[in-house]
Every structure is written in structure tokens, then in C-alpha cells.
């Protein structure tokens, strides 16, 4: 499947259904660079640094998801959601030209998923992708924020970075995209997919802006080519 | 009587435009109208009983003072200003200079929502020290409200705070000062001779009372909890930096008239050049190096030519406003405060008489009553009068929903104007009045 891949030019812009198929095809590994790229801090971090903070979000997620099997028995998010103190609040859309919102978790207990995204999504009537399948995917994403916010011990929480020093004072700070790569592997591993959440992020971008969607295709392609992440890590 | 008349009827099309700019109509056009029922009506007192104002002058006199010499004084000074600050703007933004400042400070902050907002916040008002123009705004907003959003903040307040942030640097901000000081000069001669550098202490005072003020109210109005949003970005975060030596080109123009006393002008062009220099954009012949100047200078001024509509014919209402203003005098002449305390607390008060082009806004309404006001104070020293007259203009006008780029923002970041003047209203008032007092306290022994 990659050496299909590598083959592909930037300027042939496949249909959807291959650009599924080839999403469906990313490791992991690729999927948590692509996330990791967007953090604020990225220029910040070196490559062992990024390794660690990787490895560890993704052992986070995965282990969170085996407690909540554990826990809660092997159920869906939906119901999850609702055996906890959360209150989930459909909003219409908080889009922005090229930044797509699909949901946001608010302290203490706020889940707000944007309906707009999804109704484009599901217009497209695409096999695997309907209402409630895409809703298990976010709600999942989401609840591992809450998780994340009840306990401090969170790797998420407890990994940081040194952004700068003066005298004793030593300025660190979390990396969101740990929080978000571990929010990842929790819905991907609850929801038990064959492929990454994250490929909602390309097809929500494809109903509003193919053209954006189809140059984060190619930095997915890119990336998967670069082989910059463990291809040993492909589950 | 007939003074009085004219001066009520004056009032009502007054209350006609603040409905007018509330309304969200064209301001050009609305300001023309405005200067032209003001003109007729002025015409209609002074063949009543002949007012001083229009003494020698014929009605043709009178015509060519509203629609030529109006717009005709005003571009000869500002419009110039206006058009090389949007020029820099754009240097700034095509260098990578503002982007680079901004992950810097990014970078700086880390991932701490308070903390990297209020960073943010200072930067946005320091670049708009000297920045100006709608194109600007929304290049630097399409980098500063993504990351303020990622960061969790939510969208009424990110909007609030960053809109907040350019209304605090735009009290230093030199273009804007030359642009009312001209009108303050149109009725106080004497003013001529009061400059940016006299100006510039209380400027950096008001843009610090502006900008505190604007992160006290964004800190309290922001929810408690700690935000997460699944957005979909569709680029990586950038990695191409401006050179540190660069960033200095942000400041610089304030710094060359400030310091080494340069024409206005001529501190925008050298900057610009060093900005462009330090950051490789002067590689290439003789004549590709020209055309990237000619698309600077021609991008700035698109993003300034609907503004310049609205100032030309703003100009001819100014004008109108002086043959205007001995109606304003006959009603309300006698309750104009003559003290510098009770100036301070009226303009403290009157602040929100600064929002949707109100009659205390320079780029509103404001210039009958501020006519007035110079009419009944002959004598007042501008380093008092000039500053007050700027906190109920700037403080107002740019977080207002008159303001172009503000009105951009709304649709932007999809906040409703309600939401955003519950922040707003307040900011902009409490600034103005606090300002009002420090203005009291350092200029207030003058008068
Ligand atoms: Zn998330």
C-alpha cells in the first residue's frame, strides 16, 4: 500500500474513495507527527524530546481505554458519556475560514459537538461514516479530555517542556498535542478502529475546502513517505 | 430665536446619524449628507440673522470652505500619513516580521491560556503603535485568533481581547494622532505646534491603561475551566523565521520620530527599507527590488482606500461643523464646563458618547461639539484638551461596531455583537475615564 502511495504526484487530486482508502492505510505513527506538527510549540521541541512525548501519549491513551474496558465493561462512548456527570450540548458551527471545529471539551463537564461539520460529512453518504459512527468517534476524543481534566497523574498533564529559564525561575509547559495524540489513540482503541479518528479531520476539511483538505492529504502522504515516524508502531 | 431653531433642528440630524451609523449604513455616504444638511442649514441661520462664522463670505465661499478646502487641508497632511503607514503595514506582514513576533511570543508563553493571551495582546498593540489600515488587521487577526482559539480561549473573548489590544496601541499610534490632532487643529489654530513627541508620554500611558484594562476584563469574563477544541487545522504550524535583528522594524517608526525627531513620513520609508533589508527582501536587480515596492505601497493603499472615502468626506462635515457650531454655542454654549475638573469628569462620563460615531468621537459626530467646546475655552492648552478629546475618540471607536475591521471580526470569528459589546462598552468606557483623571492629574494645572 505505501509503494502505491509514493508513487501518487502532488497534482493528481483523487476522488474521495481513494483518498479514504489511502487514509485508512496511515500508521499510527504518521497520524501522531501530522498532530504533532500543528502544535504552537513544535519549533520548541527536539526530535528525542518529540520521540518521548509520542510514545508517551500514545501509552496513555492505550492504557486509558483498557481501564475504561475494565471499568465500564466494553460499551460505547455514547453510553459512557452518559453514565458520567456530562452534559454534551450540540452547537450549530464555530467554523472559521480554514480552522474546522468539530467539538470542544470544556471544563468541568461541557461537551459541545458542532452539528454543522457533521451534517456535510453525512451528506456525503460515505460507507463507514454515518451520524452515529462519526458521533462514537468524537464523543470518545472528548471523553478522554474529561478523564484527563479529573486526574492530574495524566501524562499529558504531568509532561512538560522547559521553554525558558532566568536565574531559578524555569518556564515550562505542557505540549497540547500530547493531550490531543492521547485523545486520539483513546477513541481509536475504545471505538476499536481499523483506522485513525483523525481521518475526520480530512473529510470534514474536504466539505468545506477540498483544496486544504487535499494539501493535508499530501502532508499526510509526505510524511508517510519520509517514514519520519516507526513504521514499526503500524498496528 | 431663530438660533435656537436652527440649533434643534441641528440636534435632530444628529440623533438621525448616531441611529444611521447604529444601523451599520454607509459612512462616506452618511457623513456627505450629514455636511450637507448641516451646510443648507447654516445657510438658512445666516440669512436669518448673519452669524460671525460666516461673515464676508458668500454662499459660494461657504460651498468651496465644506467641499473643496475640507478634503483638500486634510489630504494635504494625513491622508499621505495614512497612506505610507499602511504601506509598512504591509512590509510587516510580507516580511514574516509580525508572524515571526507573534510564535515568538507563542513560544514564550507556552501552552498557558492567560498567560500566552496577555503576551499576545502586548505584541498586537505594540505592531499597532505604528501599524495601520483593515488589510493588517486581518492579517495579523488570521494568526492571533486561530492560536487564541487552539489555546481554548473562547471565540467572544479572543475577538474582544485582540480587538482590545489594537485599540491600546492605536492611542500611541501616530497616524491616528496626526489624524485628529489636524482636526483639533482646524479649531485651534494654536495647536499646530503640538506634535507626537509632546504627545507620546501620555500615548504610551493610554496605550498601558488600555491594554490593562482590556486583559482584566478578558481574564474575568473567560470561563474557568480548561477548554479543548477538536479543530482541524489545515496548515502545520509555521517554521519560517524572521531574523531577531528584524523585529525591531515594528517599533522603529515611533522610535525615529521620537528619538531622532524624523518627519513621519520618512521614519515609515526607512523602516520599511531596514525591515525589508534584514529580512532578504532587497535581493534581486534594480528593478525587481522597485516592484516589490510599488506592490507594498499599491496593497497598502487598497487596504486603506475605503477609509480614505470615509475621511474625505468625514473632512467636508468638519468643515461644515465650524459654520455650525454658533447653533450648538446658542444651546448649549452656556453649560459647556470652563475647568479642567469639570471638563475631566463630563468627558469621563461622556465616554460611551464616543461608540457608533457618537457627538464625542473625532471620527464621528464629535467635531460640532468639540467645536463648541474649543469655542467656549478659548484659551485651553492643547496638551490638556488634545488627550481627552483622544481617549473618548480612540477608546470607543475601535472597539466599535462602526469599525471596519471590527465588523470583519464578527463575521470572522462568529461572535455575535452582543457578546462582543457586553465586553466592549465597558472596556472602552472604563479606559477613557481612567484616562481622563491621569490626563487631569498631568495636564490639569495647565488650564
Ligand atoms: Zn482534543
Known sequence: MLAQISTKTDDQKPNIAVLIADLKALPESVWCDYLFNRDLLVARIGPEKRAELIAGAIKCGTDLAQETARSYGSIPASELVDQLPLQVKPEDSQTIQKQVFLATFTEPNEIKIYQEPINKLTALKLPGFDRAAITEIILAHELFHYFESQDDQFYSRTSQIELWHLGRYHHRSTVRATSEIAAMIFSWRLNDLSFSPLILDILMLYCYNPEAAHDCYQELLALARSGQGDPESDQ | ?447
Open chain 2, 1 to 447: 430665536m431663530s438660533n435656537v431653531i436652527i440649533g434643534i433642528l441641528l440636534i435632530a440630524s444628529f440623533v438621525f446619524m448616531v441611529w444611521y451609523c447604529m444601523k451599520g449604513y454607509n459612512l462616506m455616504v452618511g457623513f456627505f449628507v450629514m455636511a450637507t444638511i448641516w451646510t443648507i442649514l447654516a445657510l438658512i441661520g445666516n440669512a436669518i440673522t448673519p452669524a460671525a462664522s460666516m461673515d464676508g463670505k458668500s454662499v459660494m465661499d461657504v460651498l468651496e470652505f465644506v467641499y473643496a478646502d475640507g478634503p483638500a487641508a486634510y489630504a494635504s497632511s494625513i491622508l499621505v500619513n495614512v497612506f505610507f503607514g499602511a504601506f509598512f503595514g504591509r512590509v510587516l506582514m510580507d516580511t514574516g516580521i509580525a508572524a515571526t513576533l507573534i510564535r515568538k511570543v507563542v513560544e514564550l508563553g507556552g501552552d498557558r491560556p492567560r498567560l500566552t493571551m496577555s503576551l499576545l495582546c502586548i505584541v498586537t498593540a505594540i505592531i499597532f503603535m505604528s501599524m495601520t489600515g483593515i488589510g493588517p488587521v486581518i492579517s495579523i487577526a488570521v494568526i492571533v485568533l486561530p492560536i487564541l482559539f487552539s489555546l481554548g480561549v473562547e471565540a467572544p473573548v479572543a475577538l474582544f481581547a485582540f480587538m482590545g489590544s489594537i485599540m491600546a496601541g492605536i492611542f500611541a499610534n501616530m497616524v491616528n494622532f496626526k489624524q485628529y490632532q489636524e482636526m483639533y487643529v482646524g479649531f485651534a489654530p494654536a495647536a499646530k505646534s503640538y506634535t507626537y513627541n509632546d504627545y507620546f508620554t501620555i500615548g504610551m500611558i493610554g496605550m498601558i491603561v488600555g491594554l490593562v484594562v482590556v486583559l482584566v476584563i478578558a481574564n474575568l469574563t473567560m470561563k474557568k475551566g480548561k477548554s479543548h477544541n477538536w479543530a482541524i487545522d489545515s496548515q502545520p504550524a509555521g517554521k519560517e523565521n524572521a531574523p531577531w535583528y528584524s523585529w525591531i522594524s515594528v517599533i522603529l517608526p515611533v522610535l525615529g520620530v521620537v528619538l531622532l525627531k524624523l518627519p513621519i513620513i520618512l521614519g515609515f520609508i526607512l523602516s520599511g527599507i531596514y525591515a525589508m533589508a534584514t529580512t532578504g527582501k532587497l535581493k534581486g536587480n534594480y528593478s525587481e527590488i522597485c516592484r516589490r515596492f510599488a506592490k507594498l505601497f499599491t496593497d497598502g493603499s487598497i487596504d486603506v482606500a475605503p477609509m480614505i472615502g470615509f475621511l474625505l468626506s468625514l473632512a467636508m462635515f468638519n468643515n461644515a461643523a465650524t459654520f455650525a457650531a454658533p447653533y450648538f454655542t446658542a444651546i448649549i454654549g452656556n453649560i459647556v464646563p470652563t475647568t479642567a475638573i469639570a471638563l475631566t469628569i463630563v468627558f469621563a462620563l461622556l465616554v460611551p458618547l464616543g461608540f457608533f460615531r457618537g457627538p464625542m468621537n473625532w471620527v464621528g459626530s464629535g467635531s460640532a461639539i468639540f467645536a463648541v467646546i474649543l469655542a467656549a475655552n478659548p484659551a485651553i492648552p492643547v496638551q490638556f484638551m488634545y488627550p481627552l478629546t483622544a481617549a473618548t475618540t480612540v477608546f470607543p471607536q475601535h472597539l466599535d461596531v462602526t469599525q471596519s475591521w471590527v465588523a470583519w471580526g464578527f463575521g470572522y470569528a462568529k461572535v455575535s455583537s452582543r457578546d462582543f459589546m457586553k465586553r466592549s462598552i465597558p472596556a472602552g468606557w472604563i479606559s477613557g475615564a481612567i484616562m481622563c483623571l491621569i490626563i487631569f492629574i498631568m495636564y490639569g494645572h495647565l488650564v
